[in-house]
């Protein structure tokens, strides 16, 4: 059994210059066990990671992207007639509000429920239904690899929380218009912000964007670093739930989106929220705690996190409720 640490000192030592780590999914057939180090190691450090080789195939995630787009580019009135309010409760279209408290951002969004038994709204056809079965089937997988990485007994002891039909995972597509007015949404740095600092709260997040830049994490020095968009590519973060099943030894990852600063294009995101069903209990798996790695946090269910999460601000450390003292 590996003793999981908590480590912030290892943490630390990673820099900007280190950059996100790539890990090559088809190492799975030759190397699978380089492949299970990497990812642990990404997770460790990071918190994020870029998928390629993932196997999605490109129909199934231009199918999406082409109805997003089609949809983000219909006159407001219209969007708000097809699904729902202004401020999605929760779900529905979304401009410039983010969540219940006052956050806003320089961007419109759709957010819609993702569990493999939901129906969605007949908007998209069955580019909903296709892309969220194979980015949830990627995040399965690669919560696998990690549970093989930790050298956990039970190899499906993230996955099937995602998996359950039950499931709380979430899909959001966010629509980042080109620059258009530079005095919109300056923060106190003087920075022009399309979705402000967080780290996400569920399992693991699948983020796929077009080729216009905007995403930056907080890497463990406290620098703030852009992220390459690669269309051909997902970037997979850790969320706050896996940073609690571990135990602390993933850590989920602060990042933002600047507001487009593109003239003429937009940028669009698609992200898979991969999440548990809102009864189960999030604490850490049994093989993350030891007397050398005491149990960090106090046990809640799903639904607990998110009715804190909902009263939340979007860059507040929704974690520090549950921590042990
Ligand atoms: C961040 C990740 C997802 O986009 C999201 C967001 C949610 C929302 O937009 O309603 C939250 C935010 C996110 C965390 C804190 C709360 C809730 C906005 C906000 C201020 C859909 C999610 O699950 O958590």
């Given at each position: 059994?590996?003793?999981?640490?908590?480590?912030?000192?290892?943490?630390?030592?990673?820099?900007?210059?280190?950059?996100?780590?790539?890990?090559?999914?088809?190492?799975?057939?030759?190397?699978?066990?380089?492949?299970?180090?990497?990812?642990?190691?990404?997770?460790?450090?990071?918190?994020?990671?870029?998928?390629?080789?993932?196997?999605?195939?490109?129909?199934?995630?231009?199918?999406?992207?082409?109805?997003?787009l089609?949809f983000f580019s219909k006159p407001t009135p219209?969007k708000h007639?097809?699904?729902?309010p202004t401020v999605p409760?929760?779900?529905?279209y979304g401009f410039r509000n983010i969540g219940n408290n006052g956050d806003v951002g320089d961007l419109e969004y759709l957010l819609?429920?993702?569990?493999?038994?939901?129906?969605?709204?007949?908007?998209?056809?069955?580019?909903?239904?296709?892309?969220?079965?194979?980015?949830?089937?990627?995040?399965?997988?690669?919560?696998?690899?990690?549970?093989?990485?930790?050298?956990?007994?039970?190899?499906?002891?993230?996955?099937?929380?995602?998996?359950?039909?039950?499931?709380?995972?979430?899909?959001r597509l966010n629509h980042y218009p080109p620059l258009k007015n530079k005095d919109s949404f300056i923060n106190g740095s003087g920075e022009r912000i399309g979705f402000g600092e967080h780290?996400?709260?569920?399992?693991?997040?699948?983020?796929?964007s077009n080729?216009v830049g905007g995403l930056q994490?907080?890497?463990?020095?406290?620098?703030w670093?852009p992220?390459?968009p690669?269309?051909?590519?997902?970037?997979?973060?850790?969320?706050?739930?896996?940073?609690?099943?571990?135990?602390?030894?993933?850590?989920?990852?602060?990042h933002r989106a600047m507001a487009n600063n593109s003239t003429t294009k937009a940028r669009m995101s698609?992200?898979?929220?991969?999440?548990?069903?809102?009864?189960?209990?999030?604490?850490?798996?049994?093989?993350?705690?030891?007397?050398?790695?005491?149990?960090?946090?106090?046990?809640?269910?799903?639904?607990?996190?998110?009715?804190?999460?909902?009263?939340?601000r979007l860059s507040?450390?929704?974690?520090?409720?549950?921590?042990?003292?």
């Amino acid at each position: 059994m590996v003793v999981a640490s908590p480590n912030p000192l290892k943490r630390s030592k990673k820099t900007k210059a280190m950059g996100v780590p790539t890990i090559d999914l088809s190492l799975k057939y030759q190397q699978r066990s380089t492949l299970t180090d990497l990812i642990v190691e990404a997770c460790e450090d990071f918190g994020i990671f870029k998928v390629v080789n993932h196997g999605i195939s490109t129909e199934v995630i231009s199918a999406l992207e082409n109805h997003g787009l089609d949809f983000f580019s219909k006159p407001t009135p219209e969007k708000h007639l097809v699904v729902g309010p202004t401020v999605p409760k929760p779900f529905g279209y979304g401009f410039r509000n983010i969540g219940n408290n006052g956050d806003v951002g320089d961007l419109e969004y759709l957010l819609l429920h993702a569990n493999l038994s939901s129906t969605h709204p007949p908007l998209f056809g069955e580019a909903v239904d296709d892309y969220v079965g194979a980015v949830a089937d990627l995040s399965c997988e690669l919560l696998d690899l990690m549970a093989e990485g930790l050298w956990v007994s039970d190899k499906t002891i993230f996955s099937k929380l995602i998996r359950d039909v039950q499931s709380d995972s979430l899909l959001r597509l966010n629509h980042y218009p080109p620059l258009k007015n530079k005095d919109s949404f300056i923060n106190g740095s003087g920075e022009r912000i399309g979705f402000g600092e967080h780290s996400d709260p569920q399992i693991l997040t699948i983020l796929r964007s077009n080729d216009v830049g905007g995403l930056q994490i907080c890497m463990p020095d406290g620098l703030w670093v852009p992220v390459q968009p690669d269309p051909n590519a997902f970037y997979v973060m850790v969320g706050d739930a896996l940073q609690v099943l571990t135990n602390g030894r993933f850590g989920s990852v602060k990042h933002r989106a600047m507001a487009n600063n593109s003239t003429t294009k937009a940028r669009m995101s698609m992200n898979f929220f991969g999440a548990p069903p809102l009864n189960a209990t999030i604490s850490p798996i049994q093989e993350m705690v030891s007397p050398m790695n005491p149990n960090l946090y106090k046990p809640f269910t799903w639904g607990e996190y998110k009715r804190a999460m909902h009263s939340s601000r979007l860059s507040d450390c929704r974690l520090n409720l549950f921590k042990r003292r």
